[in-house]
């Protein structure tokens, strides 16, 4: 797909799409009902200047979507923003440990907050979170920054388009290269609301992981998500025996780390504009590449 973002309009080039009708359009890039309805009744939605409707053909030079139609009020924060990657439609960022990634409810500051912040100049760009880590985990968030564009992201995940990668450093000697698919599914601690445990009816739950060192005492595993519950790749690896390091629920304090053992470190998505597989890598921390080139020298 060949288009240029234009202040708030993103312009397409008619010739470089699939799609034979704007409702075609709408359904493989718009899926929500909403937004579809609203880009035609508000006239966010053009080919060649001209308001258009669910059954013209794609026929012309330019469709232009408003993909910033409202402003917002972002409040200023202090805290900086670390951005791994950034384009007209979504931005990931690395989360900090310590931090939500949005609110529960009380007054304290988020990374959506942060990256809000960020936008203060720009506050048409609509900050909504992907998806979520877990408070003490450190690494890679992606937010959308377009309302019309947000539930496109959210049916990628659904869809495991959208692809998380984290580094565990695990107590505990497991076999380099030795790769485990824990499935087992999980559900809430009914003695403690804040842990989750393996759960004979709880929540179908998929890990995979690989060993790609181990010294010490300590491992680190690869791991990726097939699901997304709460606290996963924590409960799953503590019910094999390899519990994460410094995770206060259901782990073991180490001093090799200042954090918990866990950082989502690469993120991978195709791309639904650009048609392509975009992989978004972070800086570790120094604790963490400190301990990580201990273990793999």
Known sequence: MKYVLDGRCLNIEI??????????????????????????????????????????????DILSINIYPEDNIYKEVKNTVDIAYEDELCVVVFKPKGLLVHSDGNDEETLTDYV?????DTPYVDIQPIHRLDKETSGLVMFSKSIIFQPLFDKLLSEKTIRRYYLAFVKGKMRVDESITID????????????????????????????IGSKNGISVLRCYLDTGRTHQIRVHLASIGYPIINDDLYGIRNKALVRMGLVADELEFFHPLKEETIKVECILPNDVSKLLNEVLD
């Open 15 to 60: 010739s470089s799409l699939f799609n034979k009708t704007v409702q075609d359009f709408l359904d493989a890039y718009i899926p929500s009902k909403k937004y579809q309805h609203l880009l035609i009744q508000n006239k966010w939605l053009l080919i060649d200047n001209k308001p258009c409707k669910r059954e013209d053909e794609l026929k012309g």
């Open 116 to 120: 809000k912040s960020y936008y203060k």
């Open 184 to 211: 087992k599914p999980i559900g809430k601690d009914r003695h403690n609301s804040n842990k989750r445990v393996i759960a004979k009816n709880g929540q179908n739950a998929l890990t995979k992981v690989k060993c």
